[in-house]
T-cell receptor, first 115, second 113 residues
């Protein structure tokens, strides 16, 4: 089925370890976003991309890096994980101008625990 | 910074009743969207209302927008147990063409059978 796929779904990291979260979409969407969701905080934008080869910082970018080497993939990296990065991470994508009609398509999330 | 704030934070109703949740935002907007999130899942887009619209319907959903009060409401009529979820409003961060949306903290709706 077409949509946004996130891998892995669950992960436990030790403080200081690194990892990469993968987001893949097969809808030919130009725009892709990484959000984190914490209890009582709603969703906060980490980084986003408006096209292949471009990335930009969102509201809470510190401690994360991203890459968009291929249009369909958006990678979120944690170079040195910290307990404060324990969260549920969501990837979303949209088709540019039609975002205002159809909104975002979200992945099912990655639950990350840093111990 | 949080653009949208939903109210109430939690709501519990009986099946068949109507559920109303509100969203307040801080700056002028082009449009406002509502999303639903079932437990442990991603968000699903429900409905969008533009700044020049006052009311919009989609099935059992009714959304209103009052730009003078910077607020929106989502009404779910004849609620069902399957409507149990969290509901978020989202407003566009700016008009730079990046279509960045800022989400509120959500309303947790529980519909009792």
């Amino acid at each position: 089925n077409a949509g946004v796929t996130q891998t892995p779904k669950f992960r436990v990291l030790k403080t200081g370890q690194s990892m990469t979260l993968l987001c893949a979409q097969d809808m030919n969407h130009e725009y892709m976003y990484w959000y984190r969701q914490d209890p009582g905080m709603g969703l906060r934008l980490i980084h986003y991309s408006v096209g292949e080869g471009t990335t930009a910082k969102g509201e809470v970018p510190d401690g994360y890096n991203v890459s968009r080497l291929k249009k369909q993939n958006f990678l979120l990296g944690l170079e040195s994980a910290a307990p404060s990065q324990t969260s549920v991470y969501f990837c979303a994508s949209s088709y540019g101008g039609t975002t205002i009609y159809y909104g975002y398509t979200f992945g099912s999330g990655t639950r990350l625990t840093v111990v | 910074s949080q653009q949208g704030e939903e109210d109430p934070q939690a709501l519990s109703i009986q099946e068949g009743e109507n559920a109303t949740m509100n969203c307040s935002y801080k700056t002028s907007i082009n449009n406002l969207q509502w999303y639903r999130q079932n437990s442990g899942r991603g968000l699903v887009h429900l409905i969008l209302i533009r700044s020049n619209e006052r009311e919009k319907h989609s099935g059992r959903l009714r959304v209103t927008l009052d730009t003078s009060k910077k607020s929106s409401s989502l009404l779910i009529t004849a609620s069902r147990a399957a409507d149990t979820a969290s509901y978020f409003c989202a407003t566009e961060d700016d008009s730079s063409g990046t279509y960045k949306y800022i989400f509120g903290t959500g309303t947790r709706l529980k519909v009792l059978a």
